[in-house]
């Protein structure tokens, strides 16, 4: 559209791409330079941002204020939340993100009031952060149940389960097409030994350091777009699938491979997969924690709809055994056709020869039906934080993290717990270190390189438990998965304030949780 070409004529390839989760899910100006450079001088070109740039020119995650209001009777159930948020955005452009729908959906309460506003700044436009305005608002909400619950002098984990909305969205009036939200602090507290929690503030020790424990919950929405992929069988069994979805980091191109296996029912040695290539069958963009629902669901039909057309092949071939039966009798096993009560077996490579084809090649697009008008999707799960503080110095430091997930099947028990990995990294960054500091006078960050901004690294991480239900899901995709990549960082940050609370007795408001808030 910038540039007036047709889209014919644009042809664009990405097998891989880093710095994902948010800064890669829309287009950016350097990228726009890039092809602006290329058209005036008929050349390739590259361009790279230098560290200082990268901070005004890939997005960030919008500063936000909120305030929220929440009450309960004395037996620990929700009667009211009001919940305000105001948001960041550019003087250019108008960002918006979902900051206080963990407050709307994640528990059953009556009376619920939120409103967001953003406001134009003279800076660049932020974007969707890995688990976008979900992880700010969570922040909120969880800390505000932490602290009711001390003064309803009621567990906080019992407090969570009390209120949680198990039957359906409280915003669609929808029930859930699953939801094992209360299976995550029951089975992550007993993993993490919160029983043994003191429930008291400042009550616990390790040696000269206070000991806290901290939990809170998260909550982010399961659901898929519509996908195209092709499925060709050639001779020698092997299966090429191709779709121009990109990787961006998680593993995707490992589950499709599994997916294809699985659904085709043949070895993951004989399945190859094709991806990242705008010139293969459409699929969306690698964000919102759509991919294997959306592309997996791609990869899964149209694999089925190839063993439904070799089934035809073998009904209507005349030399065929099966000739004249109905696709309805027939059926695979270890990669051959066979028919109920029958000892007769086909191989792949003999139904194509028994057609004349060296290759049989189907295409399909997938895409939800009406349940979406039933049932309301969303990814669940459950943080348990240990950390211990410093008396005097006001230092934090992350002792153990158990968390359980809700997110459907786990297609890859390595690759997803991957995912809550960096969840958990991530977490600890916005928690206790990463902080822009921002030049008024001019809307840039002044602490734009590695050295002033603060991230987490290897030593600062300490080990970290991961649960996932792994109970498939029946409605939202075929394979029975939902939403992973950024329901792992919904609520973590509080877990870690309301932890920092336990150990301390301060309840600190607004992050980082610096060593100069806790002196």
């Not at 602006?36 to 001088?41: N, V, Y």
């Not at 230092?395 to 690759?415: E, P, W």
Request: charged share 20%.
């Amino acid at each position: 559209t910038a540039f007036h070409l047709k889209e014919k004529d644009v042809y664009v390839q990405s097998p891989f791409v880093g710095g994902a989760f948010g800064s890669s899910s829309r287009i950016w100006p350097q990228e726009m330079a890039a092809i602006l450079g290329s058209k005036k001088t008929g050349r390739p070109v590259t361009v790279m941002a230098r560290r200082d740039q990268v901070f005004n020119m890939v997005g960030y995650r919008p500063e936000s204020i909120q305030k929220i209001g929440i009450g309960a009777n004395k037996d620990g159930k929700l009667t009211g939340i009001t919940h305000e948020a105001m948001g960041s955005t550019s003087s250019y452009e108008e960002f918006t993100e979902r900051i206080t729908d963990p407050t709307e959906s994640f528990y059953a309460c009556e009376n619920v009031n939120t409103s967001y506003k953003i406001v134009s700044l003279d800076m660049s436009t932020p974007c969707w952060t890995r688990g976008p305005g979900e992880t700010s608002g969570s922040f909120a909400l969880e800390s505000a149940l932490d602290e009711l619950s001390y003064l309803l002098k009621m567990d906080p984990v019992e407090f969570r389960l009390k209120n949680i909305s198990v039957e359906k969205d409280p915003v669609k009036n929808l029930p859930w097409s699953s939801n094992y939200a209360k299976e995550c602090f029951q089975l992550a507290a007993e993993r993490f030994g919160w029983n043994k929690r003191n429930p008291l503030p400042r009550s616990m020790r390790s040696g000269e350091w206070l000991l806290g424990m901290g939990v809170a919950g998260g909550v982010y929405h399961a659901n898929r777009q519509p996908a195209t992929a092709s499925a060709t069988l050639r001779k020698d069994g092997t299966l090429l699938v191709k779709t121009s979805v990109a990787d961006t980091g998680p593993g995707s191109a490992t589950i499709m491979t599994q997916i294809a296996a699985e659904s085709f029912g043949t070895d993951i040695s004989k399945v190859k997969f094709e991806w990242g290539n705008s010139g293969l069958p459409p699929a969306p963009g690698q964000f919102g924690s759509i991919t294997t629902a959306s592309t997996g669901s791609a990869v899964h039909d149209v694999t089925k709809a190839l063993l439904e057309r070799l089934k035809e092949l073998a009904v209507n071939s005349v030399a065929s055994p099966f000739s004249r039966k109905r696709t309805e009798e027939l059926l695979f096993e270890n990669a051959m056709l066979t028919s109920k009560n029958s000892t007769v077996k086909l191989s792949y490579n003999e139904i194509l020869e028994l057609n004349n084809l060296n290759e049989l090649t189907v295409t399909k697009e997938s895409k939800s039906g009406n349940e979406t008008e039933q049932f309301s999707g969303m990814s669940f799960c459950a943080h348990f934080v240990e950390l211990l503080v410093h008396p005097t110095t006001g230092v934090v430091k992350m002792n153990r993290v158990v968390s359980a997930v809700d997110a459907g099947r786990i297609m890859n028990t390595k690759t997803a717990t991957n995912q809550v990995y960096g969840s958990v990294a991530w977490g600890i960054g916005i928690a206790l270190m990463e902080e822009g500091i921002v030049d008024h006078r001019y809307g840039r960050y002044v602490n734009n390189n590695l050295a002033d901004y603060h991230e987490p690294v290897n030593k600062d991480i300490p080990p970290i438990d991961v649960i996932f239900i792994d109970k498939p899901d029946p409605i939202i995709d075929p394979m029975g998965s939902k939403g992973l990549g950024e329901v792992g960082l919904v609520g973590f940050t509080a877990a870690v304030a309301n932890a920092v609370y336990h150990a301390t007795g301060k309840r600190i408001r607004s992050l980082p949780i610096t060593a100069d808030k806790l002196i």
